[in-house]
């Protein structure tokens, strides 16, 4: 007898993947378009900033071109951030000075405003390192990463947060930074390194690529997509040496 697949055995994964397959048909049927980052659904509105902060992308340097959220980061240093590197190579590699920081609030749009002056992208794991151009001040939330060495076990409940769609027909970035839990599955130490979780109530979508991951009070990964037809997220986990030792090469972090 044959076992019936994974997810028919879960209606609200086949559901979220009929709807994400109804979502890239129409895409389709638009034309071509650039891949896109990955949202929070489920969940709910994250009562305190969470070291998240917005990356916006505009057409030039000047000082009014934020003009496009495209992903979440985590402020990692009063003058860092860490995000996912595909936030940047989908969109052709911009300039650094085309990327600004929105960090502080909670409210898409708000918060303390820097322009980026600097990045560095990892070249087997999806990590983005990007400077800002003056300190953030002591308002705005800074993560503690992971300890070197240290990743979280099996059945850890991890905590992503985003400003990513609210749903997979709202596809629009969420006004408020929104919070959800997932359940650590298992780690592939490889190149690329990834954790993988399942929901608890909630996971990630579009917008929320790069936002931070905390377990406890420490950022321990960085999301980078969710897969509707297994329900797992993939997140890079920043304890694993050759990746704690990256950033730190860049990142001044005791």
């Known amino acids: 007898m044959s076992a019936s697949p994974r997810f028919l055995r879960h209606p609200r ?12 048909a129409c895409a389709l049927l638009a034309g071509p378009a650039a891949p896109r980052a990955e949202a929070i659904i489920g969940g709910a509105e994250a009562g305190q900033q969470r070291g998240a902060a917005q990356v916006w992308l505009g057409p030039d340097g ?12 985590g402020v990692i240093h009063r003058e860092w951030l860490i995000t996912a590197k595909h936030c940047l190579v989908n969109h052709d590699r911009p300039s650094a000075n085309r990327l600004w920081i929105r960090a502080g609030d909670r409210t898409l749009g708000k918060g303390e405003r ?10 087997a794991n999806d990590l ?18 992971s300890n070197r060495g240290v990743t979280p076990s099996t059945g850890s409940n991890v905590a992503v947060s985003g400003w990513g769609y609210p749903s997979y027909v709202d596809q629009h970035p969420s006004r408020k930074l929104k919070v959800a839990s997932m359940r650590v599955q298992r780690l592939d130490d ?10 608890n109530d909630g996971h990630n979508l579009e917008g929320d690529s790069g936002g931070p991951v905390v377990l406890g009070t420490r950022q321990i990964g960085v999301t980078a ?11 890079v986990p920043l304890g694993l040496p050759d990746i704690h030792d990256w950033i730190t090469r860049h990142v ?3």
């Open 190 to 199: 490889g190149s690329p390194s990834f954790l993988f979780a399942a929901e």
């Open 128 to 145: 983005a390192l990007l400077r800002v151009s003056r300190p953030f001040p002591s308002s705005v939330k800074i993560n503690s990463i």
């Open 13 to 24: 994964r086949l559901l979220a993947a009929l709807s994400a397959l109804t979502v890239a």
């Open 114 to 123: 820097r322009q980026v002056v600097r990045y560095e992208l990892a070249d």
């Open 225 to 235: 997509k969710y897969n509707p037809l297994i329900g797992e997220a993939s997140i």
């Open 252 to 254: 001044p972090i005791p």
């Open 62 to 73: 000047s000082v009014d071109s934020d003009k496009k959220f495209i992903c979440t980061a």
